[in-house]
């Protein structure tokens, strides 16, 4: 089954801790992101990535680190985590970096920062 | 810049009747449009897209939306609402500026009343 899938679903952790959450596609796309989606503010993209090696930051991507070695695999990671990071947490992706490619998302990581 | 506002957060309708969500957006260059629907707790799931094809377009579970350049909009439509419609539909604007951004409006939380 063609899928992104995000680890964990779900993580409570404190300030300061470091953690990664992982994302991995199996469709052979080029083009991963992440995005945050928060109450009010709709999505906001955090990172993407063209292709393996090539990231480029979003619009939202302080506090946050990314890395693409394999074309399949994406982590976000958050090296000193606060609470303002406490959100809903979503990978994509697509086919190329083109416009009219629809992204294909994860099912989500729920983050909360205490 | 891209931008997309979705006028009303939270809509609801009674069972049978009409579903209207509305979108506009604001692109310097012919965009492309997506509407994404987000069942609880679950990822987005992409209903239909315009990409300069043809200005009505066909989604699944029923849905449909009008690209209207004169109006900058691109409303998504049902001719009768169902109970399994109830969710959060979001709009989302692209180009083919490099990074394939997506731009998302702020989401509509849908309710159908039985």
């Known amino acids: 089954e063609a899928q992104v899938t995000q680890n964990p679903r779900y993580l409570i952790t404190v300030t300061g801790k470091k953690l990664t959450v992982t994302c991995s596609q199996n469709?052979?796309?080029?083009?991963m992101s992440w995005y945050r989606q928060d109450p009010g503010l709709g999505l906001r993209q955090i990172y993407y990535s063209m292709n393996v090696e090539v990231t480029d930051k979003g619009d939202v991507p302080e506090g946050y680190k990314v890395s693409r070695k394999e074309k399949r695999n994406f982590p976000l990671i958050l090296e000193s985590p606060s609470p303002n990071q406490t959100s809903l947490y979503f990978c994509?992706?697509?086919?190329?970096?083109?416009?009219?490619?629809?992204?294909?998302f994860g099912p989500g990581t729920r983050l909360t920062v205490l | 810049a891209q931008s997309v506002t979705q006028l009303g957060s939270h809509v609801s309708v009674s069972e049978g009747a009409l579903v209207l969500l509305r979108c506009n957006y604001s692109?310097?260059?012919?965009?492309?449009l997506f509407w994404y629907v987000q069942y609880p707790n679950q990822g987005l799931q992409l209903l239909l897209k315009?990409?300069?094809?043809?200005?009505l377009v066909k989604g699944i579970n029923g849905f449909e939306a009008e690209f209207k350049k004169s109006e900058t909009s691109f409303h998504l439509t049902k001719p009768s609402a169902h109970m399994s419609d109830a969710a959060e539909y979001f709009c989302?604007?692209?180009?083919?500026?490099?990074?394939?951004?997506?731009?998302f409006g702020t989401g509509t939380s849908l309710t159908v009343i039985p």
């Open positions: 692109s310097s260059v012919p965009p492309y």
């Open positions: 469709m052979n796309h080029e083009y």
């Open positions: 989302a604007v692209s180009d083919e500026s490099p990074g394939n951004q997506f731009y």
């Open positions: 994509a992706s697509s086919v190329r970096g083109k416009g009219y490619n629809e992204q294909f």
């Open positions: 315009y990409t300069s094809a043809a200005t």
